[in-house]
């Protein structure tokens, strides 16, 4: 059985502030940074989990990250999409209103499919949803 794996992004001065650290580990330790000071509570914490895949370079992939691939079926161009939980698994957030199945995420991430890539994640480089 997979232990559960998240990061959280510490956000002291709200949504709109700097970001001053992104934690990887078990949810009891990043909980535990959200009690270490008393000026700090956990609301600002965004704490994202692990989908239990990997991208054609071997890198985890969490909620909250930018994937690019490429289509020579579907479309002939290159995506990009948001990773975030939706219903009973991983998607892909294409556009306002364009989901993917937890299914196709699962298929995309396989070895013999390596077509995703983590270019970014939604903290530190939304421009690239931008588009």
Known sequence: ???????AWHMPFGPKGP?????????SRILAL???SPD?????????????????NGQD????DILAWHSNIYRKHDWVGLVLYRGAGFAVQESDKSYSSPEWL????RK??????VIGNVHTNPELLEE
């Open 61 to 64: 992939v969490y909620e909250g």
């Open 34 to 36: 959200a009690e270490m």
């Open 40 to 56: 700090e509570y956990i609301d600002e914490y965004i704490v994202e989990q692990f989908t239990g895949l990997k991208d054609r």
């Open 106 to 109: 699962d298929c995309a991430c």
């Open 1 to 7: 059985m997979m232990v559960p794996k998240f990061r």
């Open 19 to 27: 970001m001053q650290e992104m934690v990887h580990g078990k949810a």
């Open 112 to 117: 013999d499919a390596n077509i995703i890539e």
